[in-house]
């Protein structure tokens, strides 16, 4: 069986560390950024497929499927936004997003505006991660891959 595939739209901080983690446990990584300075081979040296390029676009060339794990970690809902309407119709096992849990209240808020049902946002774990006490890219990367994991094995459920 091939291996399954962790997806993070954007290449922060949180990124590079979390390439990592996923790559220790024989994750397929994949970085998507349209920021060329976030979503550069300079910072992803080791990422198996880097897409400097919008979601909307990304997405139509490596196109979600079950064995998919999905972190969106931009901040930005010009980014995040774009990529969940991919991915709430989608059959990826994971979406995970950061952020606290006040700007998930509004990204619930503008996906609801969107049309998507209750039913289908629940499928977000926001914030992100296991909650550990994470305090660094590094901790925050163990915590989301651990989640990521949880999820898989059918152990970890959303929260929200």
Not at 75 to 100: C, M, N, R, T, W
Not at 110 to 125: E, T, V
Request: proline share 8%.
């Amino acid at each position: 069986q091939p291996p399954p595939i962790l997806v993070m739209v954007g290449g922060v901080h949180v990124a590079i560390a979390l390439t990592r983690q996923a790559k220790s446990v024989n994750y397929q990584t994949v970085v998507i950024d349209p920021r060329r300075s976030f979503g550069s081979e300079i910072r992803f040296p080791d990422v198996d497929y880097l897409l400097q390029e919008w979601p909307q676009k990304a997405f139509q060339e490596f196109m979600p499927t079950p064995d998919m794990a999905v972190a969106l970690l931009t901040h930005d809902p010009k980014i995040d936004d774009q990529a969940l309407k991919i991915l709430l119709d989608s059959e990826v096992f994971y979406i995970g997003a950061l952020g606290s849990r006040k700007t998930h209240a509004k990204r619930k808020d503008r996906l609801r505006q969107m049309g998507f049902s209750d039913a289908k946002i629940a499928r977000i774990y926001a914030p992100i991660g296991l909650d550990i006490g994470a305090d660094d890219p590094e901790e925050i990367a163990l915590a989301i891959m651990a989640e990521i994991i949880g999820v898989r094995r059918g152990v970890v459920q959303p929260s929200n």
